[in-house]
C-alpha cells in the first residue's frame, strides 16, 4: 500500500526557513513517480506549489519562485521542499502528491505557520 507521510513543518517568524520531506513507501518511486507539493490556506482552495515536470525539470508557482526549491532523493525515496524567506502568506497545511500507473495519493500534510 502506498503511503507518504509529509514532516518539517512548525512555527517560523517571517523571513525564516524551513525544510519539509514526504518519505514515500509501499512500492512507488519519487524518482520515477509525478511529485508534486500543494498547500490549501484557511478558506481556500488547494494550490500547486511545485513539482517535477520531468526527471530534472521542475515547475513552481509564481509566488515561490526563487524562495523556495523542490529535489528528491532516490535513495531515501523522498520528496523535499526548501523554503526560504518566508511570508505570513506562506502559512497552509502542506500535502506532498505523487502520480503512478494512472493513480494517484495524497499524505496527510503538515502545516506551516508563519508569523508576521
Known amino acids: 500500500q502506498v503511503q507518504l507521510v509529509e514532516s518539517g513543518g512548525g512555527l517560523v517568524q517571517a523571513g525564516g526557513s524551513l525544510n519539509l520531506t514526504c518519505a514515500a513507501s509501499?512500492?512507488?518511486?519519487?524518482?520515477?513517480?509525478?511529485m508534486g507539493w500543494f498547500r490549501q490556506a484557511p478558506g481556500k482552495q488547494r494550490e500547486f506549489v511545485a513539482g517535477?515536470?520531468?526527471?530534472?525539470?521542475?515547475q513552481y508557482v509564481e509566488s515561490v519562485k526563487g524562495r523556495f526549491s523542490i529535489s528528491r532523493d532516490g535513495a531515501r525515496n523522498t520528496l523535499s521542499l526548501q523554503m526560504n524567506t518566508l511570508k505570513p502568506e506562506d502559512t497552509a497545511v502542506y500535502y506532498c502528491?505523487?502520480?503512478?500507473?494512472?493513480?494517484?495519493?495524497w499524505g496527510q500534510g503538515t502545516q506551516v505557520t508563519v508569523s508576521s
Open positions: 517535477f515536470t520531468s526527471s530534472i525539470s521542475t
Open positions: 509501499g512500492g512507488i518511486s519519487t524518482l520515477t513517480a509525478t
Open positions: 502528491r505523487a502520480i503512478s500507473v494512472g493513480r494517484q495519493w
